[in-house]
């Protein structure tokens, strides 16, 4: 059976040479960065590389790069020291209805703890009004926190003009760059970002690694309390192998970082087109002038997104719901939610997300699939076009 995998959202294959990089720090260069004698001095040289190579991908200082566990611990690190170390100025957040989980319960908690959450609306696209995050701006706001690159829909957020505001108001901003980092353009002096969650398994690089860029200046309380890594902001032995493989997977996506953008977007807008054109009752949702290259969020109408995913799987082919972080919720997606969606609807959409080993003969599998399983299950479905919803 032919093997199809275009959930590039979800979490993508670690490239060949990624793998390479690392293989050593398992085995022979297996030392702890915080030793003194040689093995440890040159795993402390391994992290310094990586810590380069990531900073240089967003044209940040090395210094302003500390290693995570992931990208949810980033967010956790971002909101949560934020609200502690501003306490004393202010209560108030603002972030949006779409973000990540990573975000939206961390802020849930602080809720329940006597800080006060202001959740953005969104447009139909998926965007920000820069007017509307303005307007929501209060003397007590300490952080602002817009994700760069929605998650489900794919929508890129006008990141400058929102930094912008809230460098006005003298109030920090984060942004959510998981999705972001590799598929659209980031320097994080030019946007005026404080600070910026990311993740090494959405380039092509090993789970279990991620990134806080914390701007120069900024000093949050620790997270997590305990030794002096991390420059003494994030206790625990450094995931040196994971390191090393987000390093390297940062240099390759910049040297790449032009021809992944055109492959997937020639792929994306092959598969949109295809399927658009081909199954009736069938549209994209969020903003197609500004979105993730690689992301397609379609929904087709009178059948259950669950269902398409189940069918396509029994054909080889790999696609999601939603966030793979929630996929095994029974809520309606909230970010669909958020752009005004009808519920059934919401129901019947698929995100697929193509990416560097996608190949245009995979598409046309994917779309002759489709067609197949879309006209079974309208068969089966209790509604269809002439009943409606």
Known sequence: MRKVYLDYSATTPVKEEVVQEMIPYFTQQFGNPSSLYTLGLEAKAALDKARGQVADLINADPKEVFFTGCGSEADNWALMGVANALKDKGNHIITTKIEHHAMLHTCEFLEKNGYDVTYLDVEADGTVKPETLESAITDKTILISVMFVNNEVGTVEP????????????????TDAVQALANVPIDVKELGIDLMSMSAHKIYGPKGVGA????????????????????????????????????????LAKANFDNHVKHCEELRNYLVERVTGEIKDTFVNGSMEHR????????????????????????????????ACSSKSLKPSHVLEALGVPVEMIHGTVRFTVGDFTTKEDIDYVVDSLKEVVEKLRMLSPVNEEKGW
């Not at 990141?159 to 984060?174: D, N, R, V």
């Not at 929904?299 to 966030?323: A, N, Q």
């Open 292 to 323: 993730h290259p690689g992301n397609a969020n379609i929904t087709f109408k009178y059948i259950e997104g669950e269902s398409i995913l189940l069918l396509l799987d029994y054909k080889g082919i790999s696609v999601s719901t939603g966030s």
């Open 212 to 251: 806080m860029f914390m701007r120069k200046g900024l000093r949050l309380p620790n997270f997590i309390h305990g030794g002096a890594q991390e420059m003494g902001r994030r206790a625990g032995t450094e995931n040196l192998a994971g390191i090393v493989g987000f390093g390297k997977a940062a240099e």
């Open 159 to 174: 990141i400058k003009e929102l930094a912008a505001i809230a460098k006005k108001h003298k109030i920090l901003f984060h």
